[in-house]
């Protein structure tokens, strides 16, 4: 039997500025995911990439002084380099100067074209350059976007897509599909957007340069969001639809975003699928939006959270471990340095980490630094294993749903369960009393140490291969598929001496202070 597939996607980042703390929010989500559903034998595809055509871009460039070509190799460059950081583990980086792309996007016009959904007119109205997005007089709020951003008057010709003949199949594809859209909030703000009525769609722009142009019609270059919804199938090998990875991963299963961006998502992009005769991806799913220290996170402002900075002052896993955890994915959060701290102290050094460094030094020191022997089981043991057998299960619910937030509190609930057996148990005064139920309390613990940290991967990768190091479990063996009594640690494994895994949080200026 082929394996379980999957293709997850992040949004293309606009190349118009260095990446921030949302691009590795949305795309750390996207590697939780995959990496889980590979450790868990799926056949993986995840995608991300840059986003660089549009007016937006085009300025940037020009307020760089650089030739646009020049400057979205640099700035895309930044991106791969926090893929890079963040330790992300994409498949694909696609790029829409790309020449793949282009004709994926092309093609896509074509089909458009080929079923009558396209026709030429002209647009006249406020457009803009910061959303790239069009706004209809009604929707202004003070002379600005809903969004707060500047709008411009804009009168040229124009291709239209015909969005407003897609309202009902929209509609009835959503009542189809209760879990396209997620979570449910949001599914009730695209469906009332789409039921209060759907206006065409201009799709090409003449007034400037900095894109792909309309098949046939040179002088247009298309809308910036038409060219880059279709960067997810160009990762997938469209318009070849014959093709291998075209036929594994399309429909996507998740396409992951910022809740800024659903409507591009969750309207546009599944009625020109439909229109293309295509089948819309699976779920669209849009997260929160971070503020920092209470508030929002502005270039104006300057308080834009750098992403490399986080990674060199917090550490990578505690970073990764944070944006997951701290927040119910789909909610906004804040973040805040006395948050992380708390997160990197509490969860991180006292509860996991603790329980690791006393597990693994009280192996290293009384049992020869090899794994203990295990005697017969008491109820206590029996209860401890069963409640490690039994995590993968509810993660595999949780990330289904992309409840991060959730699979984390689960496996932190086994932690805490752990240190109150360590606790209960004191292998430490058994020593002496009992040097052979000692064995057997180490061996259960190092036991639910190895489900813990097999388990962990996803989100903190390198504390958890640093983890099943100190337990000499081999590299190949630490996959899902290991988590059962046959892939039980064998005693008498030699195992290196412990290094702690999770350091506390120290704060610099207060140590000097003092
Ligand atoms: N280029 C488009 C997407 C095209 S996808 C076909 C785009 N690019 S972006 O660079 O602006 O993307 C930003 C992503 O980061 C979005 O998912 C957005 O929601 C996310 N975030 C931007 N600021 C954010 C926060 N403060 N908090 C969390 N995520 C945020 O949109």
């Not at 409507?263 to 699976?282: D, E, S, T």
Request: glycine letters at 8%.
């Amino acid at each position: 039997m082929s394996a379980n597939t999957f293709y997850v996607t992040t949004p293309i980042y606009y190349v118009n500025d260095a990446p921030h703390i949302g691009h590795a929010y949305t795309t750390l989500a996207c590697d939780v995911l995959a990496r889980f559903l590979r450790l868990d034998g799926w056949q993986v595809k995840f995608l991300t990439g840059t986003d660089e055509h549009g007016q937006k871009v085009e300025k940037s460039a020009a307020a760089a002084g650089i030739p646009p070509k020049d400057f979205v190799d640099k700035v895309s460059g930044n991106f791969r380099e926090l893929a890079e950081a963040m330790h992300f583990s994409n498949d694909d980086f696609i790029r829409t100067t790309e020449a793949r792309h282009f004709k994926a996007a092309q093609a896509l016009w074509k089909a458009l074209e080929a079923n009558g959904q396209v026709y030429l007119g002209s647009y006249s109205g406020w457009y803009s350059v910061r959303d790239e997005a069009f706004y209809g007089e009604k929707e202004l709020i003070d002379g600005k976007a809903p969004t707060g951003a500047d709008v411009e008057w804009v009168e040229e010709p124009s291709y239209f897509f015909r969005l407003s003949d897609w309202q009902a199949p929209l509609l009835e594809f959503y009542e189809a599909n209760p879990e396209f859209i997620a979570p449910k909030s949001r599914r009730n703000e695209v469906l009332s957007f789409v039921k209060s009525g759907l206006h065409d769609l201009s799709i090409s722009r003449t007034s400037f340069k900095w894109g792909i142009p309309v098949p046939g019609q040179p002088d247009h270059v298309m809308y910036v969001w038409l060219d880059a919804l279709t960067n997810y199938m160009t990762g997938v090998g469209y318009p070849d639809t014959e093709c291998e990875a075209f036929s594994t991963y399309w429909p996507a299963n998740v396409h992951m975003v910022g809740k800024d961006i659903l409507r591009f998502h969750a309207v546009y992009w599944p009625a020109f699928l439909m229109a293309a005769g295509i089948a819309p991806p699976k779920r669209i799913f849009a997260h929160g939006w971070w503020t920092n220290e209470g508030q929002k996170i502005s270039k104006s402002l300057g308080n834009i959270i750098d992403p490399f900075e986080l990674i060199a002052k917090y550490g990578l896993d505690p970073v990764r471990f944070f944006l997951l955890r701290e927040v119910p994915f789909g909610k906004d959060g804040d973040f805040s340095h006395e948050a992380i701290v708390h997160r990197t102290n509490g969860d991180l050094a006292n509860d996991f980490g603790n329980l690791v460094q006393r597990v693994l030094s009280m192996i290293h020191r009384n049992c020869d630094a090899a794994i203990p022997k295990p005697g017969a089981q008491t109820e206590a043991d029996a209860a401890l294993l069963a409640e490690m057998a039994g995590i993968l299960a509810v993660l595999r619910k949780e990330m289904q749903a992309q409840a991060f937030h959730k699979a984390l509190g689960a496996l932190w609930q086994s932690i805490g369960q752990a240190n109150r057996y360590v606790d209960g148990e004191a292998p430490w005064e058994l020593k002496k009393k009992d040097p052979a139920r000692m064995e057997t309390v180490l061996y259960v613990l190092a036991e639910s140490i190895r489900h813990l940290a097999i388990l962990v991967q996803p989100v903190m990768p390198d504390a958890a291969a640093k983890i099943l190091d100190q337990l000499a479990v081999p590299e190949d063996a630490r996959r899902f598929e290991h988590l059962t009594g046959d892939h039980a640690l064998k005693p008498g494994t030699p195992i290196p001496k412990p290094e702690g895994v999770f350091p506390r949080f120290v704060e610099e200026e207060a140590d000097a202070g003092r």
